[in-house]
């Protein structure tokens, strides 16, 4: 296995192990948070990019092929979509 992909995963496995004897030092019951609290963070950093890409495609698409509407309707598309994202990150955890 090479060195790139064993320090991380070495550090990882550490850290766990870490925050694992600190909680049951500190009388917790429950190991499971550290890996949810992982696996909810990797979800995160993978879908989040995804979406992103997907809305900037799709706005670009819609834009250059002026479909469904003509060009008229595409600055009443285009303000609903930025109003929507600007409510978006004010009411949710951006």
Known sequence: MSTRLLVPIL???AGAV???A?????GSRSGRQPIGGLW?????VTLVPLVFGLLVAGVGSARSSGAAGGRRRDGARHAWFVALLIAACALGPC
């Open 18 to 20: 870490a925050l694992s």
């Open 40 to 44: 909810l963070d990797a979800m995160t």
């Open 11 to 13: 550090g990882l496995a």
């Open 22 to 26: 600190r909680r049951s030092a500190r």
